[in-house]
C-alpha cells in the first residue's frame, strides 16, 4: 500500500512534461511540421525558468511564464527555417537540440546545481488522505491540473473550432488548403509557436517542480521520450495524456524501487524508460503500418508556386 502510494503521488511530476511536450507537438504535427528539436525547446526553456526564478525573488508563476516565451521564441527561430526558408525539418530540429544544449552550457553556469524551492503540491483536506489514489487525484500542484485541462483545451481547438479545421487542413492537404484561402505559413507558423509555448512549459515545470534544480543537459532524453509519445498517441491529445501517464510512472516507479531496495541491477532500470520507447516505436511501426494517422504532409515544406 504503502509502496503503492507513493509511486502514485510522484507519477505527475514525471508525466506532465512529456504531456505538455506531446501537446506541443502535436500541434506542430497536425499542422505539417516535424519538430525534432524539443529536447534542446526544454533545455532553454528550464534554463529560462530557473534563471527567471533566482533573479526575481522566487516567483515561480514568473519563472513559469518567462519558460513559456522562451519556449515560444526558440520555436520561432525554428519555424521561420523551415517554415519560409523550408530547410529541411529533421536536420533543423536536430541542430536546435544541439544548439540549445550548448546555448545552455555556455550562459547557464550562475545558474546551475542551485536548490530551488519551486512548486508545492497543495493538500485538499479530506480527499488528500483517501488510500493509495488520494494524493494522486488532489494532492498535487497546480500546474499538474492546468496541464490536465490544457489537453481537453487543445483537444477541443483541433476538432471543435474553424481554426483547428484550418491547421489539421494545412497538414493534411496544404495545396487544397492554400487554394480555399489558407495562409499556410501564417497557420505552420502559429502552431510551432503555440506548440513551443507548451514545450517550453515542460521544459520549465521540469525544472521548477521535477527537479527543483538545473543541471546541464537535464532533460536526460525526455524531448526524445515525448516524440515517441506522439506517435503512440496518433497524434490525438487525450491519448498523450494517457501515454504520458504511462511514461511518467515508468520514471517514477525507478526511484521507489531503489529506495525500497530491491535486488534489481540500476543500470537496467535507467534504460527502462529508453527501452519502453523502442518498443512503443516498434508497436506503432507494426500496428500503423508505415504511418498511416500521420498528417499527410508531416516534414514537408510547402511552396505556393508549387500549386497545382
Not at 485541462?149 to 471543435?160: I, K
Amino acid at each position: 500500500m504503502e509502496f503503492a502510494t507513493f509511486w502514485l503521488a510522484a507519477t505527475p511530476l514525471f508525466a506532465v512534461p512529456l504531456i505538455a511536450a506531446a501537446l506541443g507537438l502535436i500541434l506542430n504535427e497536425r499542422a505539417g511540421v516535424l519538430n525534432l528539436g524539443c529536447e534542446g525547446i526544454m533545455l532553454c526553456s528550464a534554463l529560462a525558468a530557473t534563471a527567471a526564478y533566482l533573479e526575481t525573488g522566487q516567483s515561480v508563476a514568473l519563472g513559469l511564464v518567462v519558460a513559456i516565451i522562451a519556449g515560444a521564441v526558440v520555436a520561432l527561430g525554428f519555424g521561420i527555417f523551415v517554415v519560409i526558408l523550408r530547410t529541411n525539418q529533421v536536420v533543423t530540429g536536430i541542430t536546435v537540440v544541439f544548439l540549445g544544449s550548448g546555448l545552455t552550457g555556455l550562459i547557464g553556469v550562475p545558474w546551475t546545481n542551485v536548490a530551488l524551492g519551486g512548486l508545492q503540491p497543495i493538500h485538499i483536506p479530506g480527499l488528500t488522505g483517501i488510500p493509495v489514489i488520494g494524493r494522486f487525484l488532489f494532492g498535487q500542484d497546480p500546474v499538474v491540473y492546468v496541464v490536465l485541462a490544457l489537453v481537453g483545451v487543445v483537444s477541443y481547438a483541433l476538432y471543435r473550432t474553424r481554426i483547428g479545421l484550418k491547421l489539421r487542413a494545412v497538414g493534411e492537404n496544404p495545396q487544397a488548403a492554400d487554394a480555399d484561402g489558407v495562409n499556410v505559413e501564417a497557420y505552420r507558423l502559429f502552431a510551432v509557436m503555440a506548440g513551443g509555448a507548451l514545450i517550453g512549459l515542460a521544459g520549465g515545470y521540469l525544472a521548477l517542480a521535477s527537479a527543483k534544480i538545473f543541471v546541464f543537459d537535464m532533460t536526460q532524453g525526455r524531448g526524445w521520450i515525448a516524440v515517441a509519445l506522439v506517435i503512440f498517441a496518433r497524434w490525438m491529445p487525450w491519448r498523450a495524456l494517457l501515454g504520458g501517464l504511462l511514461f511518467g510512472g515508468i520514471e517514477a516507479v525507478i526511484p521507489r524501487i531503489k529506495a525500497e531496495g530491491l535486488p534489481i541491477p540500476q543500470y537496467f532500470l535507467e534504460m527502462a524508460p529508453y527501452a519502453v520507447t523502442l518498443f512503443v516505436l516498434i508497436y506503432a511501426a507494426i500496428r500503423l503500418r508505415a504511418g498511416q494517422d500521420a498528417p499527410k504532409a508531416l516534414g514537408v515544406p510547402y511552396v505556393r508556386q508549387d500549386r497545382r
